[in-house]
Nanobody, 125 residues
Framework: QVQLVESGGGLVQAGGSLRLSCAAS????????MAWFRQAPNKEREFVAA????????YYADSMKGRFAISRDSAKPTLYLQMNSLKPEDTAVYYC??????????????????WGQGTQVTVSS
């Protein structure tokens, strides 16, 4: 089992920045890949970014490229999401996820085994 706890969400004006954190505990040695997803009201959960735990290879949804940066500290272990140039459409609950399976599919929520409780990000216009 892996436990994930997100933090760092809040209210920010458009154009501002936030840094989300996700602290992992439990069997963290089993983690192959971690990711951020988000879910806005009345919308499906959306892929944001992913990173392989050991190699650090990163993957981004097209709309996030150039604005968001995913990173990790495998020693703590903690996952981060640096969000810049935030837009009102970025408003959502952001979830941290972990995948214990080796695979190439990184943008599907169904591929992830563990999830955090989410942290609210609200961007005002």
């Amino acid at each position: 089992q892996v436990q994930l706890v997100e933090s760092g969400g809040g209210l920010v004006q458009a154009g501002g920045s936030l840094r989300l954190s996700c602290a992992a505990s439990g069997r963290t040695s089993d983690i192959y890949r971690m990711a951020w997803f988000r879910q806005a009201p009345n919308k499906e959960r959306e892929f944001v970014a992913a990173i392989t735990w050991f190699g650090g290879s990163t993957y981004y949804a097209d709309s996030m490229k150039g604005r968001f940066a995913i990173s990790r500290d495998s020693a703590k272990p903690t996952l981060y999401l640096q969000m810049n140039s935030l837009k009102p459409e970025d408003t959502a609950v952001y979830y941290c996820a972990a995948d214990a399976h080796v695979g190439r599919l990184y943008s599907y929520a169904s591929k992830y085994d563990y999830w955090g409780q989410g942290t609210q990000v609200t961007v005002s216009s």
